[in-house]
């Protein structure tokens, strides 16, 4: 299967950002506007993903986001793509982060 990516410049105005990350990944830092589900709520909280619109799954470093995108396109979603590189690359592009804790924001 061939799992879409895109590249953190490239992701779409109004995209859905689904990010998989545990929680204390997402407190220091995620992108705004970004929906919090870490990777093992997914089965269980299927329905709150969009089945249309562009979906963008965000991890780390892009490896358990290709995992979910694999899943959701298994659960026949076919408008998702995987955030290549993960935050790190979304961080390194320069695109806006936020953090939870107060503290600068930061990729862990």
């Known amino acids: 299967m061939q799992i879409p990516v895109t590249e953190a410049g490239q992701v779409p105005d109004g995209a859905y950002l689904l990010d998989v990350r545990e929680p204390e990944e997402w407190t220091a830092g995620h ?62 592009a320069g695109r806006p982060m936020v953090s939870e804790d107060g503290q600068p924001a930061r990729v862990l």
């Open 31 to 92: 992108a705004p506007g970004a929906t919090h589900l870490p990777m093992m709520d997914v089965p269980v909280r299927l329905d709150e993903i969009p089945r249309d619109g562009d979906v963008v799954v965000v991890c780390r470093s892009g490896g358990r986001s290709g995992q979910v995108v694999a899943y959701l396109m298994h659960q026949g979603y076919d408008n998702v793509a995987n955030l290549d590189g993960g935050m790190l690359d979304w961080a390194a």
